[in-house]
């Protein structure tokens, strides 16, 4: 089973599947009320062997998996390549301190951290530099599971909040996240960090909601948050095999990386 992808005319905005080729190239929401952030990108669609592959990063923190999950959230960031500026602050969507304490780590940092470690090798020119700590999310938002799009813009807004305004004033980031569903989250953060004085903000995730998906409410199916978090040790053979990403080695969950201040 492959990786479900996109196909068809997109909004050149936040990247949704528009219904027909002819212009506009904006989507109905995005003409209504343009997103607080450039342009929005995914590698590809969240289902099938997608879904699963971010089932088994979220709550079983494969290391495979994250890499090779890292790889395709480095080819969505490439289609930036061309509009967005060389130089960009790297911001993961944070977990809530509980929420990030209870899986261990935050899926969004991990996929960042991978995508630009392979960036560095296929786009030396570009200077992107991943700022961890900058986005805060300040309150615990309620699951975003069976919440209508009204329901999720009212459940996410104000959760954000920037910790070092002058770190991000004037500078262009690069907002990560694993999944694109109603954008709601992505709308908010790069509301915050727009407030905090971000020049501008560009969204990469590794997959979008299919088309229609989000505005039906209770599809249990296809909305990972109703999942209950575990961790787990040791990760079953099986999906080693399966994400596997030939044999690159194995690196820490930790947090490692530094975070740049400004
Ligand atoms: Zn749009």
């Not at 615990?140 to 770190?167: I, M």
Request: charged fraction near 20%.
């Amino acid at each position: 089973m492959e990786f479900p992808l996109q196909s068809g005319p997109v909004c050149v905005r936040c990247g949704d599947t528009l219904e027909s080729p002819a212009p506009p190239s904006l989507c109905r929401a995005c003409r209504l009320a343009p997103p607080p952030y450039e342009r929005a990108v995914a590698y590809g669609i969240y289902d099938g062997r997608m879904r699963e592959a971010i089932h088994a990063l979220k709550y079983d923190g494969l290391q495979p998996v994250a890499q090779r999950l890292g790889g395709m959230l480095a080819e969505a960031i490439v289609q930036l390549a061309r509009e967005a500026p060389a130089e960009m602050l790297v911001v993961p969507v944070p977990l809530h301190r509980g929420k990030r304490a209870q899986r261990g780590f935050n899926q969004a940092r991990l996929l960042a951290a991978e995508a630009l470690r392979r960036l560095a090798g296929s786009h030396p020119h570009w200077h992107l530099t991943l700022a961890a700590r900058t986005l805060l999310r300040q309150r615990a938002t309620e699951s975003q599971f069976g919440l209508s799009p009204h329901q999720r813009r009212l459940n996410v807004r104000g959760a954000f909040t920037v910790s070092d305004p002058d770190a991000v004033a004037g500078r262009a980031i690069l907002l990560i996240d694993d999944i694109l569903t109603t954008g709601a989250t992505a709308r908010a953060a790069a509301r915050a960090l727009r407030r905090a004085g971000a020049a501008s903000v560009w969204v990469a995730t590794l997959a979008r909601a299919r088309r229609g998906a989000a505005q039906q409410q209770g599809m249990a199916a296809w909305q990972p948050e109703h999942v209950p978090e575990r961790k787990t040790d040791a990760a079953p053979a099986s999906m080693h095999d399966r994400f596997m990403d030939s044999s690159h080695g194995q690196s820490s969950f930790q947090e490692g990386e530094k975070d740049v201040a400004g």
